[in-house]
């Protein structure tokens, strides 16, 4: 297959790529013109325009959730899919949102005939390892009137939970914002109704933050552990927020949706308030042999 043309920025998107790999155990797959269609193909898509993998959904759903009937199956596959036209890109992203996170409710027949209802997981929140992580470069998306690249698509269980929009180093990320992000929620919708989170970077420097923040909004993330001396670093922010564990315990523990404003906004916490939540969880834990004390949060 014809690779695409080189650039500056796509050297960015194949070492970040190589990273997640590598460093982070991510699989890693080249789509651009290497990807077919159909349920054997590369990624399982039947076209360009599905965003979600549903061949490996249901898997991950079945092995998760074992000896139940296809049907219920096929149930939390639909809902976790299905989106209602009039429903608002934020609207749809909480309600996926809130869905992943506790769990699809089916209703089903077992052998006696009897109904069942049932919450099926759709992540192994505690075994990072049960979930099967994929970083897709060049990925097309067709919408309604357009067709789009993302650069770097992060699919855990076949959903697209992470946005990745790189630029080289002689570029501004802010140009990744509004000459990209800006656009692709604009044309291809649909590919952020079960993101988690957007990073921005341009091989240096890197910013986190989620389908409706604002450029400003958009945070660093320079520390691993507290009172380490903060790095303005790609490289921090790749090993904070999708080293598999952190990035499961972001999307379960740290994310909320706040109305005040008369729009609903989805914020993501920053890498402090990541940091001191999980230290004091981990005061709690380790209480006995402090004899009693939690230190200071």
């Not at 608002?88 to 992943?100: C, G, P, Q, S, V």
């Not at 005040?260 to 001191?276: P, T, V």
Request: aromatic letters at 10%.
């Amino acid at each position: 297959m014809i690779p695409a043309p080189y650039t500056e920025d796509t050297l960015v998107q194949q070492t970040t790529a190589e990273y997640m790999e590598q460093e982070l155990g991510w699989e890693s797959v080249y789509a651009y013109n290497n990807e077919d269609f159909g349920p054997d193909s590369l990624l399982g898509r039947e076209s360009d325009r599905e965003v979600v993998l549903t061949r490996t959904l249901r898997a991950k759903i079945e092995e998760l959730n074992p000896g139940l009937p296809a049907t219920a199956y096929e149930d939390a596959v639909r809902q976790i899919v299905t989106v209602s036209a009039s429903q608002t890109m934020a609207a749809t992203n909480r309600e996926k949102h809130e869905l992943i996170k506790d769990g699809v409710q089916v209703t089903f027949r077992n052998a006696k005939g009897e109904r069942v209802r049932r919450r099926l997981r759709v992540f192994d929140f505690d075994v990072p390892e049960n979930n099967h992580f994929l970083c897709v470069r060049e990925l097309w998306v067709r919408g309604d009137l357009y067709r789009r690249r993302a650069d770097i698509v992060g699919f855990v269980n076949g959903l697209p939970l992470l946005f990745m929009e790189l630029k080289n180093v002689s570029k501004d990320i802010r140009a990744a914002y509004e000459q990209n992000f800006l656009d692709y929620k604009d044309t291809v919708p649909h590919l952020f109704h079960h993101n988690a989170m957007v990073v921005l970077a341009n091989g240096v420097d890197a910013k986190l933050g989620s389908l409706t923040s604002r450029f400003e909004h958009f945070a660093e993330w320079k520390r691993l552990v507290e009172n380490q001396p903060g790095v303005v670093a790609m490289e921090t922010l790749l090993k904070g927020v999708c080293a598999k564990a952190n990035f499961l315990d972001l999307v379960e523990n740290f994310i909320v949706f706040d109305d005040s404003a008369g729009e609903s906004r989805k914020i993501l916490a920053r890498n402090h308030q990541f940091l001191g939540v999980n230290r004091a969880i981990e005061a709690v834990r380790d209480r006995k042999s402090r004899d009693g004390k939690l230190g200071v949060f």
